[in-house]
């Protein structure tokens, strides 16, 4: 656990460079490339979502592609990863987590909101928008629900958009992993080759690397407490 200490942007960037020097360049090489390539102009968030399979899919799934945070509803089911789907993936993603009480649902929606992002229902019974039509010329929390069930009537009429993937054939839906898969990739190309500056700001990019560099790092508590007494004599 680290001692309490107020850190600011200046103790952060020390902080960071000397942690750094714990890294070979290769390693840290690799953290700034994928940090580079990080958003949180698009979000992921799941209701209910139970099968690991899913879960975890869809988790290496956005860490591929750059995702920064999804959210979790656990108003129902636990949201539950196999580490052998994963492949160490959650390590890279911040979860936020919304407990076991009903008015949860409605806070997170609430909370990802005053994050300044409209919230996005996929559902396929709504003829709305699909992953190439979408406007993104605004933050966007995207919601997925089970995939028996889709999401709860709170979700979709709190929603400001949904979105579909169109379909050919006799099966009514994607599986859950499939269609978070396309949804992203094709939002995800769009923003890149859009004028849109959806990459992390200064803040949330030295936030991040500073979480992966204390996760990479052995004894990391111990460095950054020896750090902080020092800064602060």
């Not at 020097?21 to 968030?45: G, K, P, V």
């Amino acid at each position: 656990m680290y001692s309490f200490f107020f850190i600011s942007m200046t103790t952060e960037k020390k902080l960071i460079a000397f942690l750094e020097s714990f890294l070979t360049n290769e390693r840290r090489n690799t953290f700034q490339m994928a940090l580079s390539q990080r958003t949180n102009y698009i979000t992921l968030a799941f209701e209910n979502v139970f099968q690991s399979q899913n879960a975890s899919a869809v988790l290496r799934t956005a860490d591929c592609l750059g995702i920064k945070d999804v959210h979790v509803i656990e108003t129902k089911n636990q949201f539950q990863i196999d580490l052998d789907i994963v492949r160490g993936a959650s390590d890279w993603i911040n979860m936020i987590r919304y407990g076991s009480k009903n008015t949860d649902t409605l806070t997170a929606i609430n909370y990802i909101k005053s994050q300044g992002y409209k919230i996005v229902a996929t559902s396929p019974h709504k003829k709305n928008n699909t992953p190439q039509s979408i406007p993104l010329n605004h933050k966007l929390a995207i919601f997925f629900g089970t995939e028996r069930t889709g999401l709860s009537e709170t979700i979709i009429n709190n929603a400001d958009d949904s979105i579909l993937i169109p379909m050919y054939g006799m099966t009514e839906s994607y599986n859950l992993s499939v269609s978070a898969g396309i949804i992203l990739y094709t939002i995800m190309e769009r923003l890149r080759n859009s004028d849109i500056n959806w990459h992390l700001n200064e803040k949330d990019y030295d936030e991040l690397y500073l979480n992966w560099l204390k996760k990479s790092i052995r004894k990391s508590d111990i460095l950054v407490n020896h750090f902080l007494e020092k800064d602060n004599e």
